[in-house]
T-cell receptor, first 116, second 110 residues
């Protein structure tokens, strides 16, 4: 199984809502990532979890809160988002992460988020 | 921050033709990867080339890497309509962070 799954595929939320994005992989990968991608732009790294611990936070606003309940799951909790946060949110995983370890990242299909 | 610059930004070719796109980057790298993204979908990994490699092939794909010029190229031979997508190069630093170039949008017409 070389698949990373993401739910939901689409999400529309108001600025006062609280919602969560979910990501799952069963490849035994120990590094998981969240990216944000605006239209016609490349993905931008948000967070990296390595061995279930947050290892990189790319100065993401606190209205985005990541969580890694176990080695297969990665969540992104959303609260009080702004319309400019509307984007495609991509999850990825790789065999290992951290300094000196560089591996192919496998991406999920993404969640298309619209903030009204 | 964006590490790589890609050239051209857009490319339109006919089926059967070859497509070449280039990527330049700024800092030292451990490896460079190429990804494909169909419209609004997730990224698909195409090929990884390590800093000590100069050329790599995978099916109809050929990737070169010139670390002295900090540049890479992706060649797709005998293109097909299904190759229509955006192509991104991405460099990996020693922290494992993947930074993408701006991307090349390729359209292959039948």
């Amino acid at each position: 199984d070389t698949e990373v799954t993401q739910t939901p595929k689409h999400l529309v939320m108001g600025m006062t809502n609280k919602k969560s994005l979910k990501c799952e992989q069963h490849m035994g990968h120990r590094a998981m990532y969240w990216y944000k991608q605006k239209a016609k732009k490349p993905p931008e790294l948000m967070f990296v979890y390595s061995y279930e611990k947050l290892s990189i936070n790319e100065s993401v606003p606190s209205r985005f809160s990541p969580e890694c309940p176990n080695s297969s799951l990665l969540n992104l909790h959303l609260h009080a988002l702004q319309p400019e946060d509307s984007a495609l949110y991509l999850c990825a995983s790789s065999q290992a992460g951290g300094q000196g370890l560089t591996d192919t990242q496998y991406f999920g299909p993404g969640t298309r988020l619209t903030v009204l | 921050s964006q590490q790589g610059e890609e050239d051209p930004q857009a490319l339109s070719i006919q089926e059967g033709e070859n497509a070449t796109m280039n990527c330049s980057y700024k800092t030292s790298i451990n490896n460079l990867q190429w990804y494909r993204q169909n419209s609004g979908r997730g990224l698909v990994h195409l090929i990884l080339i390590r800093s000590n490699e100069r050329e790599k092939h995978s099916g109809r794909l050929r990737v070169t890497l010139d670390t002295s010029k900090k540049s890479s190229s992706l060649l797709i031979t005998a293109s097909r309509a299904a190759d229509t997508a955006s192509y991104f190069c991405a460099t990996t630093d020693s922290w494992g962070k993947l930074q993408f170039g701006a991307g090349t949008q390729v359209v292959v017409t039948p």
